[in-house]
């Protein structure tokens, strides 16, 4: 039984942490709970452009990066897979992010 839970733990977890990937040291998912995006940028991000975009590549919205800690709202979107592309100069990062 109990080793039962912790598999089911295991594939929780993965599930969970799976909902948003980024390779990015400057750039930290803080939190992807509730249809939010909560991410923590270097300061040298500060002036880029945040872009999102469905799974067909359209461009869904475009804000600018303000704060080293920004939160990106999907609630009013529809469920499934979204890039979200920071953007400053030449440098790009881009976050995987699942909206259930």
Known sequence: MKVLTSIL???VLSATVGLA???DSSLRVLSTKRSVLDIKTSKDLIGATIVIENEEHD???S????KRRTIVDFFFLAPGAYNVKIQKGEKEIVIYYVNK
Do not use: G, N
Not at 63 to 66: A, G, N, S, V, W
């Open 9 to 11: 733990l295991i594939i």
């Open 21 to 23: 990937k980024t390779s």
């Open 59 to 61: 461009v869904i919205e």
């Open 63 to 66: 804000i600018p990066l303000e």
